[in-house]
């Protein structure tokens, strides 16, 4: 096993989801115990500790430490044993929750503790913070469902945890064995230790009066030492929440539950102030709900800005101050429905004697009264949409642009839930007196809310503020006998407080059961107890410095990175200075929350090198990480000088520029645009490559080839001279150059003016955007579209336009994709309208004009670049636009069956959805549409076809995407039965990488309709 202390790893494991950054020794992935006995020789002869991390997505600094970060997310990740029968699961800590309850579906079964990170959090890392979610109120925690683990000592030995009695420890130990002033083990003098506490009067009574309130389900602050020794002596319970301080988990067996009642709502209850959904959270618990959330207004405003959001928050109405959601389970709809009735009467018209004064007239003229004023209902798999919103609450904040950021320091009390209108009222008084904005949302039916403060660390004030909140935070806590951390640890942010929360003898005993497992402090030090102060080591400095402008050597950066900070208009929004201060602050928009770690079983596009690899060192997040780090440290820090560059290049080397960050990430981290103007700036600085040069003009090249059409294709399938070819451009052999097609007369140019070339002139106008790949490699495609709108009754041309510039763009050739842009819009600006669109078939090219141009041109073209970009539509979005309009129906087409396999384009993914093109097919065929849940196909441009990428490409390709086609298809050369099955793809590298991967001729959809049409 390998330490690395290279500069990449360290910084990529310098963070985790908190506002902590600690540059650590160094990093490893342990894979067996004996991995981490050696680890544990070198942290003793290094004078280090080991900090054992997961999914890293801790909220409090629990994984950032200066000691040697063992991960072990990445070798420890099988799910060892599924008992069905007792209800149990044995698994390695480095599972994701998800994937075990994907495993154990099939049985009826699943682990119920939660996290809105379950799709990447691990079992481990859940133990090791005590995890729960929305469901605690019927499930509990972690710690409740832990039934044995076995783990690591400090001395090296290996342990069984469970629950014993006293009786059966002496007879492992001997009789009173935790009388003795000496022992012969350190799990001996461990169990003494808990024997001494449960059997002494005094240390009982000290626990029971300082202890939070028994009615609360859930806490995780300090070790759990009243339930370590409630009954039996069992250790799980202590090492439940101990945040990795005690022992190294090596197997964890947890207990099952059966999979919840089928039929699911939710009932969504608007409110017109904060303060009633308190209250109401009240009311709703009276009708055993199963989970009940709260989002606020502020939260709601932000996700309007959230490309995947926007998606999920069709069940709000108008712009409600808080939203209460309450979940109800049951076997049937009627049932459902009855239990649904009484809630929402209840909600409807309880406190309307009290609000009466207070009712407002809302915009539809509707009389607000009682609790909550409108109650949505959201039903059966919809309901996920509602969770996925509420998950991405946080992510969202992490998104606000500028400096200041709703700030994770008080963003895990709890009290029980009869408390919290008393405890809301003292918070909300607090934050008055101190001047601070706060957002709330979070598991309000178990008391646990999410406070957010908006905060700005690089100032004195913003720190001062930090300290503060925090500490008369827990003061108002330990008053409401709540708990500091509900459910996220306390890690370097609140190990301070605990003596505040708990009381001095209380911490002391805490102190004791540290010193007893890790007398050396050789596992995760400084946390829980003897934590550093909670404003040291923080991700940002006071009055921040950045190192860009000196490592790019200009203030000037190629996208306009500012207007989006000038634009935004959420709360709390500071807006950005500069150009450069723009892009750091758009580097910084990374939390750490990790849905960058998804792996190929959770689904989703981002991020495919990670999801080949299992390499954290290949996701969004360590990108940004390393991204930040160089940029900022002018000369300090763990990178030399002289690595910079280097540094940067091998990070965003693996990266497929396939936006799947720009929507799945919640905080809209676009790597792709991050990448390419980090490119462009490092040509600057060492010269263009070859291979980057030839691909970001290839379109130029390919046009002065027409002219020698023949001998070209000759050159590029003759294979000695097509292997010299790739060899020197460094294109991997396996892969064939593709060929120029001839022009068809129809599409002759792209082009020198706008030509009417089919149908009436009478009909709706439509601008064909005839983009490079189609011109010069299919351009049928552009005939059939031409063909197919015509026969539709639509006047179709081909507007005067150059090549869109993706490949530019793709090759971070950022100075010509800028002129390209700006060519364009000048050229299509009082071209195209609202009324009169421009149509792309390449996804990733008339997206171009969406996404990237608006940013890229100069700033007295950025209006029209925007609304060119509202008006430039993929076909599939021009069809249903024109479908819902009544002007394209079924009538038009063949209405024979046919099964269709539908890959989406990333890009079309990332902006649009494939949603929408699946929809056309199901509305004109009769068509069976199967979305394949496929991701980036590995193509990725020329990605795919770079010889070091080669291998990963495909890799990628099998992840989903190849079998699922092979299923479909299992004989590709052999004709067709009935009904006729394709696979659909509308983008030429995917349909590329389908050929390659599976031998399937994948065909553009718009091949399809035009089969189909009468
Ligand atoms: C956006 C967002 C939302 C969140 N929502 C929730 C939520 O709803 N509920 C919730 O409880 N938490 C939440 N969290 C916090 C966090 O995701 C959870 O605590 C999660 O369980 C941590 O899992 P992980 O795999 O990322 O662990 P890590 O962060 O890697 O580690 C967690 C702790 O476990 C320890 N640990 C890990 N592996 C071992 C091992 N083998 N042996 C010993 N110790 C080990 C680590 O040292 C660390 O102290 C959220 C975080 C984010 C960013
Ligand atoms: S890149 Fe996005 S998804 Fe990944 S950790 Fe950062 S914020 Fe989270
Ligand atoms: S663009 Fe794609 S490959 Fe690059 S960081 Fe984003 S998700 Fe990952």
Known sequence: MKLFTDSLHKIAYATDASVYREIPYGVAYP????????????????????????????????????????????HWNKIVEINVEERWARVQPGVVRDELNIALKPYGLFFSPETSTSNRCCIGGMFGNNSCGTHSLVYGSTRHHVIAAKGILTDGTVEEFKDYTIKELEERFGETFWKKEQHDSLIEKIYAQL?????????????????????????????????????????????????????????????????????????????????????????????????????????????????????????????????????????????????????????????????????????????????????????????????????????????MKGDAKPMGVIEDTAVAPSRLPAYMKDFRQLLDQLGAKCVFYGHISTGELHLRPILNLKTKEGRTLFRKLAKETALLVKKHRGSISGEHGDGRLRGEFIPLLYGEETYELMRQVKQCWDPDGLLNRHKIVDTLPMDSMLRFDEDQQYAVEKIIGTDKTYFNWK???????????????????????????????????????????????????????????????????????VGAGPVPARCQWSMIKEVLDSCLACKGCKSECPSNVDMTRLRAEMLQHYYDRHGTSLRSWLVARTTQLEDLCQHIRPLYNFFVTFKPTASLIKKTIGFADERELPRLQKKPATVLHGSTQGTVLHGSTQGEKVWLFLDEFTRNHEPELAEIFISLLSSLGYNVSI????????????????????????????????????????????????????????????????????????????????????????????????????????????????????EVMAEVLRTLLNAKVNVIPSGCCGMAGSFGYEKEHYKTSLEIGEMVLFPTIR????????????????????????????????GVKAVHPIEILYTFMK
């Open 31 to 74: 894979e067996t115990e004996e991995d981490v006995r050696e680890l544990m020789r070198v942290a003793r002869e290094k004078g280090v500790d080991l900090i054992p991390r997961a999914g890293g997505t801790s909220l409090a600094g629990q994984v950032v430490g200066s000691g040697i970060v063992v991960d072990i997310s990445k």
């Open 195 to 399: 024997i001494g506490f449960a059997v002494d009067e005094k240390t009982r009574k000290l626990i029971s009066e300082n202890y939070p309130d028994k009615e609360l389900n859930r806490r995780s602050c300090g070790y759990a030492i009243d339930e370590t020794i409630d009954t039996c002596i069992n250790l799980c319970k202590l090492l439940a929440g101990s945040e990795g301080t005690l022992a190294f988990i090596t197997e964890i067996t947890v207990s099952l539950d059966p999979l919840p009642p089928k039929e699911i709502m939710v009932v969504c209850g608007h409110c017109d102030t904060l303060e009633k959904s308190f209250e109401a959270n009240l009311v709703a618990l009276k009708h055993h709900p199963t989970a009940i959330e709260l989002m606020d207004g502020d939260i709601l405003q932000l996700s309007k800005g959230n490309v995947e959001q926007q998606r999920n928050r069709f069940f709000v109405d108008g712009d409600p101050a808080a939203l209460l959601i309450t979940e109800l389970r049951a076997e049937n709809r009627e049932e459902l429905d009855k239990k649904a009735e009484e809630l929402e009467r209840d909600l409807l018209t309880t406190g309307a004697d009290k609000y009466e004064n207070m009712s407002l007239q809302t915009a539809g003229a509707v009389k607000r009264s009682g609790l909550i004023y409108k109650c949505t209902r959201v039903y059966g798999s919809d309901v996920a949409k509602v969770w996925n919103l509420r998950k991405a609450g946080l992510g969202i904040l992490g998104g």
């Open 563 to 633: 207007a989006a900070f000038d634009e935004c208009d959420a709360p709390g929004a500071t807006g950005a200075k500069s150009q450069t201060h723009a892009l750091m602050c758009t580097i910084e928009q990374c939390n750490g929350a990790g849905d960058c770690r998804k792996s190929n079983i959770i689904g989703g596009t981002m991020c495919p090198a990670y999801k080949v690899s299992g390499d954290e060192l290949k996701t969004t997040r360590a990108r940004t990480n390393v991204l930040r780090e160089v940029l900022t440290h």
């Open 799 to 914: 507007p005067k336009h150059t090549e869109s510039g993706r490949a530019a763009i793709s090759k971070g050739c950022l100075k010509r994709a800028k002129k390209i842009a700006s060519q364009n819009v000048k050229l299509l600006k009082n071209v195209v309208t609202d009324q009169q669109p421009l149509v792309g078939l390449e996804p990733s090219c008339i997206l171009s004009f969406r996404d990237e141009y608006p940013d890229l041109v100069p700033a007295d073209l950025r209006h029209e670049a925007k609304t060119l970009g509202c008006n430039s539509l993929l076909f599939d979005e021009f069809l249903l636009r024109e479908i819902k309009a009544g002007r394209i129906s079924r009538e038009n087409f063949d209405q024979s069956p046919i099964e269709i396999f539908l890959h989406g384009h990333c890009h079309q993914k990332a902006l649009v959805g494939v």
């Open 967 to 998: 299923k479909a298809i299992p004989s590709p050369l052999t004709s067709q039965s009935s009904p006729l099955t394709l696979v659909a793809a509308p983008g030429t590298s995917c349909r590329q990488q389908i050929l390659d991967g599976t």
